[in-house]
């Protein structure tokens, strides 16, 4: 009885042993985000997205035998964690894929690592035009860059509002805000518009006022700011105090409702180019909304373009059948015209993403798309 | 150029505020308090939190004045009063109170989080019907009323130090403990309220500085230390009008600086002219001369 007893445990184990060998494979994206530090505000909304889009795909069971896990770690908006995260990924996690990290500055010191060890990367929020996926064949970028988004936002703002002349500060110690402010500077250069004063300040800087003062005092018809959003709602909340009722023209770093959320009032009147168009009635667009509805979360473009990324990689392993680090390289070098919150999106030759980009305006309190 | 001159003044009145609490304990103990700047950055907290409860900052900013008194009176009495008897006691002291701010600033990050705390909207009533126009600038009534408070308050302290007997008495203890004690003064409570008073103002600039910047976080108190100490250096060590005045001296310098020079030489320019400062003039704007009588 015992010996019979031991046989069917015996089998029933086995069984169990099986059954479970047939389940599916667990491909793991790690995300390095920032969590805290200036860029928090961003961080947190990519978070959501790349959790949902992580869950969505798998309820979907549009990729079979496959089931995606997103790893979080936290890079604190520094360079330095954001290389840890990724040895982190790379070595103990063995993550097939990264997404991150959140800020250009972190990207160009932590990415090398990534194409060095073959493990794709996936840019959602870096938008720096050089120094990103010019890395290497692994980094890839669903983000439009500065020199995407801001040419064509500034010449629609320039159409709309007319100005001939801009005063322009920038933050001089991030390589995203020093690298747009040089898209912003050439692209005013293009469209003819005088640059009457330019001032620099640091991301811990707190008062802008005399920066700002210098700026107005030349009179200029629109301000240009390139800035982190905490910097950002600062800088507008001053600006205002000061008496600046013109327009103020923000590069990607001012797209969070977290500038709304702080510079309150002042915030009217601000224009940001944007790479998610929130209005439209794309399919897979209205499904991204749906999907940030239900779990009660007010998604912006760093979330649009998050969630936009998962969907990227799992199109690619879809792509090439398997969910391995150069599978999924492979995959990107086939996929065309996927359908995301963004738009019809494919890579073009030098791995960064192609859509359409818009012109964004608060007013009464939300950013509303300028027609 | 007036309104770099208000910008200025608006700097200089919460670095001058910050300074004199420093400067105050600095005088009557020889003794630099390092977690000066992390009161500064207490007060603000529980300023914002106390509105965040519906009181009104009028009422906040008192009891958030009071609040970071207490601290201070905590400090003495735990960082600095054991080790008083100890002849190192300036180097004890220092780094006694050293421990504290970090202790301080941790608990603060345990619970309010590294991110960016603001007051909420209509703290202070802001917007262009409260903007004034002034020497060819504008002024915020935010901005003015962080200047008059600022300024209400080195008074109120000049009084207090002047007039009242207890003001004496920290006079006296700063003069020469020894001789107070044997003058029957308190030794013991006129440090304690020198404390008090100090970390008082420290925690005043600190919910001015969020008032007017609107960006706190527990390491808030890092960018202003710094500049704390350049100040007290440069106005004198000791001399509560030297504080004051360096205090303003030294908004007016940044902001000339930031305007005409850009921002990155801001710190620069501001620590090589206190340096300078020094080699010519080592005791600083109003502080004593070199040589003390014993």
Known sequence: ?371 | MGQQVINGLFLGSIYALFALGYTLVFGVLDILNLAHAAVFMLATFVAVALVGHGLNILVALPLAVVFAGLVGLVLERVAFRPLRARTDSNISGLISSLAAATIIEAVALEIWGPNITRFPFGTLPDGPANQLALFGGTVSRLQLTIIAVAVLLVLALTWLVKGTRLGREVRAVAESPRAARVLGVDVDRAIAAAFFISSALGGAAGVLYGLAFNSISPDMGRGVELKGLAVIILGGMGSMPGAVLAGFALGLIEVFVVANLGGSWRDAISFAGLFLFLVLRPRGLLGAAATREA
């Open chain 1, 1 to 371: 009885m015992r010996l019979a007893g031991r046989i069917s445990l015996f089998a029933a184990a086995s069984l169990l042993l099986t059954v479970s060998a047939r389940a599916e494979t667990v491909v793991k994206i790690g995300a390095a985000l920032s969590l805290t530090g200036p860029a928090a505000a961003y961080g947190a909304q990519q978070k959501t997205g790349i959790l949902a889009a992580v869950e969505e795909v798998n309820k979907s069971g549009a990729l079979k035998g496959v089931k995606l896990e997103a790893v979080i770690e936290d890079d604190a908006s520094t360079k330095e964690q954001g290389i840890a995260v990724f040895q982190r990924f790379i070595n103990k996690d063995k993550v097939s894929a990264i997404i991150g990290p959140t800020l250009s500055n972190t990207a160009t010191a932590a990415d090398p690592l990534a194409q060095g060890a073959k493990v794709p990367v996936v840019a959602v929020s870096n938008t720096l035009p050089k120094g990103i996926t010019d890395i290497g064949d692994y980094i890839w970028r669903v983000s439009l860059t500065e020199a995407q988004v801001i040419p064509s936002a500034l010449k629609s703002a320039k159409a709309k509002l007319g100005f001939k002349s801009a005063g322009i500060l920038y933050g001089n110690d991030d390589a995203f805000t020093q690298g747009a402010y040089g898209v912003m500077k050439s692209t005013l250069d293009s469209l003819g518009t005088a640059t009457l004063a330019t001032q620099t300040f640091a991301k811990p800087d707190k008062d802008y006022t005399a920066q700002l003062t210098a700026l107005l005092a030349t009179k200029p018809e629109i301000l240009v700011v390139s800035a982190l959003v905490e910097n950002a709602s600062g800088i507008v909340a001053q600006a205002r105090q000061l008496g600046w009722q013109g327009p103020i023209f923000g590069g990607n770093g001012f797209n969070s409702p977290k500038l709304i959320a702080n510079a309150g009032p002042a915030s009217e009147g601000v224009y940001v180019g944007t790479a998610w168009n929130k209005p439209s009635t794309d399919a897979a667009n209205l499904a991204f909304q749906k999907a940030m509805a239900d779990r009660k979360h007010d998604p912006d473009q760093f979330c649009a373009q998050a969630y936009t990324g998962v969907l990227v990689i799992a199109e690619a392993i879809k792509l090439s059948g398997k969910g391995g680090r150069d599978d999924i390289k492979a995959g990107f070098l086939k996929l065309k015209d996927l359908s995301t919150p963004l738009g019809k999106f494919s890579f073009n030759t030098d791995r960064d993403g192609e859509h359409g980009a818009a012109l964004q305006v608060v007013k009464d309190g939300k950013f509303q798309i300028v027609p």
